[in-house]
Nanobody, 120 residues
Framework: QVQLVESGGGLVQAGGSLRLSCAASGRTFSDYGMGWFRQAPGKEREFVASISWSGASTRYSDSVKGRFAISRDSAKNTVYLQMNSLKPEDTAVYYC?????????????WGQGAQVTVSS
């Protein structure tokens, strides 16, 4: 079992920055690919970014590429999402995810979500 707890969400003006953190506990953190998804009101949950178990490989959705950066710190069992140049359309609940074979293939564990609101 892996427990994921997000933090760092909040309200920011368009053009601003936020950093989300996801602290993992339980099974070996380094075994898991990690990622972030988001869900806006009335929309389906969508992929945002992922990072491999080693940290060597990252992937981004087209909508955030060049603005967001995902990273992981295995010593702290934490994954981060640095969000820059935020837009109102980035407003959503952001979910941390862990997947043994990669979150783009299968999510094994979800966090509880963190609200990010970007005002225009």
């Amino acid at each position: 079992q892996v427990q994921l707890v997000e933090s760092g969400g909040g309200l920011v003006q368009a053009g601003g920055s936020l950093r989300l953190s996801c602290a993992a506990s339980g099974r070996t953190f380094s075994d898991y690919g990690m990622g972030w998804f988001r869900q806006a009101p009335g929309k389906e949950r969508e992929f945002v970014a992922s990072i491999s178990w080693s940290g060597a490989s990252t992937r981004y959705s087209d909508s955030v590429k060049g603005r967001f950066a995902i990273s992981r710190d295995s010593a702290k069992n934490t994954v981060y999402l640095q969000m820059n140049s935020l837009k109102p359309e980035d407003t959503a609940v952001y979910y941390c995810a862990a997947g043994l074979i990669g979150v783009r293939t299968k999510v094994d564990y979800w966090g509880q979500g963190a609200q990010v609101t970007v005002s225009s």
